[in-house]
């Protein structure tokens, strides 16, 4: 008999409104996730400290771990002082970097996470990959899919815009990474897991259309949502694939050779984007995406990010030596300088008509 179906491995809860924070102990219990509130919370000492202190009374079971930052010793130390309790679940409450330590902790201790986002500044608040700094730079490691996603709207609001922004950028990315896992599936016969493709597509088309900003409900959970069904796609391809192309390449490249200059990890990835769109001839969709970045509040040129156009120039030509092995735009078209000059020169009238 042939097995007609598959299991996706995806959250048990994924809980996007306003106030659901305060719900956290009776969700978790309602779910059987932890009926006990024996819970390990991993926070940050900025945040994260106001936060426990609004949370603490409903959960008077939790113990309370403050991590330092968001390295792999970070991580181990978290996982190491952790294994001393009896946990029902690891709760890691705050960004970005206090919840891939989260992740990667519960994971070395063997218990499920529950991921509580403080911002949306990337999809990673629901992916199979903590990334986390080590003595090499930055490495990213798997992990299991949270048990849970909680996002509390009203926290989300109270964060700086800039992350709201970032997350935005991240979202939209994930349109030109598919098309480059495409293009690397006509060119190279790269195999395309559609289910994760059309996951990713969607969650940034979902972004793309919608009118709302960012002080809005409405446009702030189809962001969340959006960043989430990312991360599952993630782990339904067993690859940063469908959320991953020019786009981070880009990204990654502003980071290695500006590491003190670089801007936001979403601001650098809708950058790319945009551009990458542009090189493939998608110019409409290149606009497009530029119009929705512009209105958002986010860079479109490299000034806009105080980088020069020589600078660019540059990140783009090294943007390929990142992720050695991936094909994307980028590798297909193998431009020189001057023609990535000329691109970039065209890219930018076109956007600016």
Known sequence: MPVLTRLIPSPLVVDIRAGALDDLAGVLADQRISASGKLAIAISGGSGAALRDRIAPALPGATWYEVGGGTLDDAIKLADAMKSGHYDAVVGLGGGKIIDCAKFAAARIGLPLVAVATNLSHDGLCSPVATLDNDAGRGSYGV???????????????????????????????????????????????????????????????????????????????????????????SVAGDSRPASGACHEINHAFDLLFPKRAASHGEQCGLGAAFAMHLRGAYE?????????????????????????????????????TRPGRYTILEHLDLSVDQIRDAYADYAKAIAS
């Open 285 to 321: 969709d290149s606009r497009l995406m530029a119009e929705v970045l512009r209105r958002h509040g986010l860079p479109v040129l490299p000034e806009e990010i105080g980088f020069s156009v020589d600078e660019f120039v540059r990140v783009v030509e090294y943007a390929p030596q």
């Open 144 to 234: 299991p899919n949270p048990i849970a996603v909680v996002i509390d709207l009203d926290i989300i609001r109270e964060a700086p815009v800039r992350f709201v922004r970032s997350g935005i950028g991240d979202a939209l990315s994930n349109i030109s990474a598919v098309a480059d896992w495409e293009l690397a599936n006509r060119e190279k016969g790269e195999q395309i897991d559609g289910l994760a493709a059309a996951m990713a597509r969607q969650a940034g088309e979902a972004v793309l259309r919608h009118p709302g900003g960012v002080g809005d409900d409405g446009f702030l959970t189809v962001l969340a949502e959006g960043l989430v069904l990312t991360g599952i796609s993630m």
